[in-house]
């Protein structure tokens, strides 16, 4: 009965931290946190970043939703001067991003859902951008996006990676449709099966 109320426990507090039915941002909310990116943002890309910021918390409703990332590489990495030991690989460079941002996606309940290399072409439009990998990150809403991307621009020694590897991006959220990716009912039984597997040993 311990171990079984201890798992229910886990599972309760996996849930309120996972979360994903919140509520709307307000305008004092919007008008703070666009502030505050206005004064970390660089100049090269203020104004641009900060009109996608607007768009994108224009249809917050809470929930949450999916982000879609499409990426393509620079040919050698472009670091800032100070940085030349790190090297000119862009995929090592890429790495070291990924590696870096974990845990500001966790402390928000943000996970990585899919993440996939490009391995082939098929159908292709003309002109059309030629992306190495997509990567869709589940975020718990759109506020917790935003307090994720402002902890990685106070983080200046982790957003240089990025721009160092990245050459162009295509960023956009997405709403599933249908999903077979079910992370509350996989963690739900993941905890069943080790209070099962418990119950065993001990009898």
Request: hydrophobic fraction near 50%.
């Given at each position: 009965?311990?171990?079984?109320?201890?798992?229910?426990?886990?599972?309760?507090?996996?849930?309120?931290?996972?979360?994903?039915?919140?509520?709307?941002?307000?305008?004092?909310?919007?008008?703070?946190?666009?502030?505050?990116?206005?004064?970390?943002?660089?100049?090269?890309?203020?104004?641009?970043?900060?009109?996608?910021?607007?768009?994108?918390?224009?249809?917050?409703?809470?929930?949450?939703?999916?982000?879609?990332?499409?990426?393509?590489?620079?040919?050698?990495?472009?670091?800032?001067?100070?940085?030349?030991?790190?090297?000119?690989?862009?995929?090592?460079?890429?790495?070291?991003?990924?590696?870096?941002?974990?845990?500001?996606?966790?402390?928000?309940?943000?996970?990585?859902?899919?993440?996939?290399?490009?391995?082939?072409?098929?159908?292709?439009?003309?002109?059309?951008?030629?992306?190495?990998?997509?990567?869709?990150?589940?975020?718990?809403?759109?506020?917790?996006?935003?307090?994720?991307?402002?902890?990685?621009?106070?983080?200046?020694?982790?957003?240089?990676?990025?721009?160092?590897?990245?050459?162009?991006?295509?960023?956009?959220?997405?709403?599933?449709?249908?999903?077979?990716?079910?992370?509350?009912?996989?963690?739900?039984?993941?905890?069943?099966?080790?209070?099962a597997l418990a119950v065993l040993l001990l009898h």
């Amino acid at each position: 009965m311990a171990i079984c109320l201890a798992l229910l426990l886990l599972y309760i507090a996996f849930v309120v931290w996972y979360g994903g039915r919140g509520r709307p941002l307000t305008a004092a909310e919007i008008e703070a946190y666009v502030a505050e990116l206005e004064t970390l943002a660089t100049e090269a890309n203020k104004q641009d970043l900060l009109a996608s910021v607007r768009a994108l918390l224009a249809q917050d409703d809470g929930r949450e939703f999916v982000m879609q990332n499409l990426v393509r590489y620079r040919a050698k990495a472009l670091y800032p001067p100070g940085h030349e030991q790190l090297g000119d690989d862009p995929r090592a460079a890429d790495r070291r991003y990924g590696k870096a941002i974990i845990p500001h996606l966790l402390r928000y309940g943000n996970v990585p859902v899919f993440i996939a290399r490009r391995s082939g072409s098929f159908i292709e439009p003309a002109r059309a951008d030629a992306w190495h990998y997509v990567a869709m990150v589940r975020y718990r809403s759109r506020r917790d996006f935003l307090r994720f991307a402002i902890s990685i621009e106070r983080a200046a020694d982790i957003a240089v990676h990025k721009w160092a590897a990245i050459e162009k991006t295509h960023i956009f959220p997405l709403r599933p449709i249908v999903s077979l990716i079910f992370v509350r009912g996989a963690v739900g039984a993941l905890l069943a099966l080790i209070g099962a597997l418990a119950v065993l040993l001990l009898h």
